[in-house]
């Protein structure tokens, strides 16, 4: 089964403080991608990473860093020294193959980030 | 640089109106999705198509209809709106399945 997990719906954190936002996949699949996007308040849905199942080394991009981790089913994404601008919603992806060649997208429903000033 | 566009980004129509929601986009991707959304809540994929001619359902029954004939245009119609469809429609394209989607703006769509 195919599953994407977001189990916080809502975190509410002051500016400056770090924020972890928790994903759990389920997938049959050895060969699988993961993703992470922001939608903030105008709508608009922004990529952030892309990451394949047979790399497992964390990323770090300024204030954005993630930690896959195959062991768990985990690919979490860490926002550090948040600013009001991280205020968004944040969607956990998974695309993985139904059928030979067939890949699958599914999308969790989201954790809303609100930063405090 | 992503570059895919949505027409109109708001539209406020009556019970009953035939309307069609515009998405373009210049990538050259084969891969393009209708989303639909109610404000900051779950992703529900409504049509999808992998390519010219090609064209599916999603995983949300739509009373929509989509069409892709050219690569670049992918339109989705409405032929009688009514007030349960009131929700953001979002378009995206992909290169393929297991890439990266890249979004358009939405259109915010208001049936009265």
């Known amino acids: 089964a195919q599953k994407v997990t977001q189990a916080q719906t809502e975190i509410s954190v002051v500016e400056k403080e770090d924020v972890t936002l928790d994903c759990v996949y389920e997938?049959?699949?050895?060969?699988?991608?993961l993703f992470w996007y922001k939608q903030p308040p105008s709508g608009e849905l922004v990529f952030l990473i892309r990451?394949?199942?047979?790399?497992?080394q964390n990323e770090i991009s300024g204030r954005y860093s993630w930690n896959f981790q195959k062991s768990t089913s985990s690919f979490n994404f860490t926002i550090t020294a948040s600013q009001v601008v991280d205020s968004a919603v944040y969607f956990c992806a998974l695309s993985d193959a139904i059928t030979s060649g067939t890949y699958k997208y599914i999308f969790g429903t989201g954790t809303r980030l609100k930063v405090l000033a | 640089e992503a570059d895919i566009y949505q027409t109109p980004r708001y539209l406020v129509i009556g019970t009953g109106k035939k309307i069609t929601l515009e998405c373009s986009q210049t990538m050259g991707h084969d891969k393009m999705y209708w989303y639909q959304q109610d404000p900051g809540m779950e992703l529900h994929l409504i049509h999808y198509?992998?390519?010219?001619?090609?064209?599916e359902k999603g995983d949300l029954s739509s009373e929509s209809t989509v069409s892709r004939i050219r690569t670049e245009h992918f339109p989705l119609t409405l032929e009688s709106a009514r007030p349960s469809h009131t929700s953001q429609y979002l378009c995206?394209?992909?290169?393929?399945?297991?890439?990266?989607?890249?979004f358009g703006p939405g259109t915010r769509l208001t049936v009265l």
């Open positions: 997938t049959r699949d050895t060969t699988y991608y």
């Open positions: 990451r394949n199942s047979f790399d497992e």
């Open positions: 995206a394209s992909s290169l393929s399945s297991y890439n990266e989607q890249f």
């Open positions: 198509s992998y390519g010219v001619n090609s064209t």
